[in-house]
């Protein structure tokens, strides 16, 4: 039994299925990263496929189902005057994938200016855009490249003594080649909770930067010494001023999701609240609202509430809650 101010609701413990960005089928064979001899062999393997990305962009047919464009690796060394080649998994033909950051010369990584050509049948999207559109397969090729993409990117440089580092591990470790530390690829948790009061309505938030009418569940970096649920009752108190259940049970696990903008991993919770006058911040959140599903559903379709994206688990949250899919009409941009 819950601990809340009324009467306890149930709390559904099922686990969130097919998240947006939570799928994939490649097997990560980590074990090869560090075998240069196999990494050269999967790379010349005939089913290989090498994926560019440009500036966190993909590559992807234009159209209402579209597929990631995947390059062979001669098509790659042809077109580059450098390459960085790391491997996100192999398939079930006996090649792999792999991420290819080249640098074209004269132009850097993030050069907005000369943007890198696009292959041929493709165009330039951003994640957020496409996510939700791709398949199982290529989602998992996409979030996986775009978070290792990212990291390098921001990481050039040793942390220790700023020296410029050296990739290693088949594009998985960073080493310096002065202090010979390595560096690797960091993934930030943060809790993210669609909190319930005992009339089952659901506590959304509105970030003081986001456009009017924007709501989302509260969410919140765990912080260093932290647990995952600790975090959710801070992150609750902090933001909304709400305070929750002390019961263990008042605070349910539900899944986990990759969240590459541009390293998190979203823990998703369902939490019971036990008081209801709301204070927030003012600062990262400006407003913060206690929802019934028929104010929800009045709301978005007059157009003056939209909740996430579909590619988010902020969504799944909200329609688990809700008890539907909710109409994508509903979304925001």
């Known amino acids: 039994m819950g601990s809340g101010i009324g009467p306890a609701i149930d709390l559904d413990r099922r686990l969130l299925r097919d998240l947006m960005l939570g799928r994939a089928t490649l097997d990560r064979a980590a074990h090869l990263r560090t075998e240069p001899q196999r990494l050269d062999e999967l790379w010349a393997h ?27 690796p001669a098509d790659v060394d042809g077109d580059i005057a450098q390459t960085e080649r790391h491997l996100l998994g192999t398939n079930t033909n006996g090649g792999a994938v792999f991420l290819a950051r080249p640098t074209l010369a004269g132009t850097s990584d993030d050069d907005r200016d000369h943007p890198r050509p696009a292959p041929l049948g493709a165009i330039w999207v951003g994640l957020r ?17 775009v978070a290792l993409d990212s990291w390098h990117r921001s990481h050039p440089h040793c942390a220790r003594c700023g020296q410029a580092t050296e990739i290693a591990s088949g594009g998985w470790v960073r080493r310096c080649p002065d202090d010979g530390s390595e560096h690797y690829p960091r993934t930030d948790p943060a809790v993210i909770m669609l909190v319930r009061d005992e009339y089952d309505r659901a506590l959304l938030g509105h970030q ?34 709400i305070h929750l259940g002390a019961d263990p049970d008042d605070v349910v696990y539900l ?58 688990i902020a969504r799944r949250l909200i329609e688990r809650w809700y008890g539907e899919p909710l109409p994508e009409s509903w979304s925001r941009p």
Do not use: N
Request: some cysteine.
């Open 46 to 72: 005939a089913s290989t496929r090498v994926l560019l990305l440009d500036g966190g962009r993909l590559p992807v047919t234009d159209g209402k189902t579209p597929q990631l464009v995947l390059l062979a």
């Open 208 to 241: 003081a930067a986001w456009p009017e009418g924007w709501f989302s569940t509260l969410a919140g970096f765990v912080e260093p010494g932290e647990t995952a649920e600790a975090a959710v009752r801070r992150e609750v108190l902090e933001e909304s001023g």
């Open 129 to 145: 855009e496409v996510g939700a559109h791709l398949d199982d397969h290529d989602a998992g090729i996409a979030v996986t490249a």
């Open 255 to 312: 899944g986990s999701q990759p969240w590459p903008f541009p390293s998190s991993l979203m823990l998703g919770y369902h939490a019971r609240a036990a008081s209801h006058d709301i204070a927030v911040d003012g600062v990262e959140i400006g407003e913060a609202r206690w929802f019934s599903r028929e104010q929800l559903r009045d709301e978005c379709a007059a157009g003056t509430l939209r909740v996430p994206s579909s590619i988010s």
